[in-house]
Structure formats: structure tokens, C-alpha cells
């Protein structure tokens, strides 16, 4: 399939989204789901000490790099698969268990775990819908990716839309704890979300016609910035 191809089909895929099903999406993926994001910052907060981070130029290309080559490629896989396994109880448990055991550090750990936990249970409570429930019991751990993965194709929400709302809220949530941390204002926090656009939609693109044995990360900095934050002196973040 080319890439003109893919577009359309991504296209026509969002056009073709019922009112419910962009209602929920908008709902899952705003910041005022209360999953936690605005509490952690994948390691952002250490790159901004430690100098590599220090205004919007640097926050955008450290940005682009976790997209293409780090969590944001491997998040996406993952819910790509999810959404497509949502069905197959084995499959789904196999890539579950493979999507927690791919973080490069404990606070990484706990942020994926902690906003997954979070959206089952919100999801359970005000978004119910049959299947969630022996869905859940089938993945010994839920991480972020894999519970709106599981959510959104439960509740026929299209893997494409879903998948750049995804992506989407992520890099919003990034860009937030930069504009914290630097500072940066309003603008050019804005100015760098519309330079990843299409950095975001290549992604996307890349994610929904991979493998997961096309998953993997080369964002070592990022990584060790994770690992890190740990034992940064001054926290304003859990990661």
C-alpha cells in the first residue's frame, strides 16, 4: 500500500466516525480524563536539568525523536495490536504481557501501569460496555496503550482515529511538562505541537502496518533520563 493510499483510507476512516464513537474518543483523550498524565514526564524533567532541554527547539527535536524511534512508535504498535486482539483472548494476554515488560525503567513502569489501571477503571464505571470485563481478566497487567486499545475497539471506536488521538494526547501531555519545566509559553508550546504534526501522523502511519517484531527503541538518552529522574534531588514530576 503506498502512502497515498494509507491517507486515504486514514481518511476515510475519520470521516467515516460516528458522532458517539468521536464523543468518546474526545472524552478519552482529553487531559480532563482523570488518568494522571499531567503527573508525569517520561523523563523530560531530568533531559531539562541536565541542559539537553532548554527551549522550544530542543524540546521539539527531543520530542520528534521519542515519536519516531522510542515510546511513541512502540506505544502505538501496541495498540494497534490491542484494538485488532481485542476478540482473541491468547493473543490478547501475549501482547498485554509484552507491552509491560517493554519500559526501560521502574518510573516508566509505574506511569504506563498507573494510567492503564486508571482508564479500565474509569471506562468500567462510566463506560461500560459487554466483554470489558473478560476482556481485563485475560491481561495480568494493562499498560496505558494497551487499555485504550482494548477500550476503544470494545466500543467500535476505529483503530486509525484512535490511534492518532493517542498519539496525539501523548505528545500534548510531553509538551505540557516541557512548558513547565523550561518554561516555554502558551504559543510556543503550541508552535511545537503543530511542528509535530506530521511527525505524529508518520507514526501513526509506521505503527499501523508493523509487527511487533518491528518494535523497538533507540532513544538511549531518553532512557537514561528515565532511569535518572529516580534519583533527581528536585521533582516536580513521578517520572
Known sequence: MTTSERTGSLEAAQTGLDNAALYRLLTWLSPAFPVGGFSYSSGIEWAVEAGDINDAGSLRSWLATMLTDGAGFSDAVFLAHTHRAAESSRELGEIAELAAAFVPSRERQL?????????????????????????????????????????????????????????????????????????????????????????????????????????????????????????????????
Open 111 to 239: 506511569e504506563t501501569t498507573a494510567q492503564g489501571r486508571a482508564f479500565i477503571e474509569i471506562a468500567r464505571s462510566a463506560w461500560s460496555c459487554p466483554g470489558l470485563d473478560e476482556a481485563v481478566s485475560q491481561c495480568e497487567a494493562i499498560v496505558y496503550p494497551v487499555a485504550v486499545g482494548l477500550v476503544g475497539a470494545l466500543h467500535g471506536v476505529a483503530v486509525e482515529p484512535l490511534l492518532h488521538a493517542f498519539l496525539h494526547a501523548l505528545t500534548s501531555n510531553w509538551i505540557s511538562a516541557g512548558s513547565r519545566l523550561i518554561p516555554l509559553g502558551q504559543t510556543d508550546s503550541q508552535r511545537v505541537l503543530a511542528a509535530l504534526e506530521p511527525v505524529v501522523v508518520a507514526t501513526a502511519e509506521r505503527a499501523l502496518l508493523a509487527s511487533l517484531d518491528d518494535i523497538g527503541s533507540a532513544c538511549f538518552r531518553a532512557d537514561l533520563a528515565s532511569l535518572r529522574h529516580e534519583t533527581q534531588y528536585t521533582r516536580l514530576f513521578r517520572s
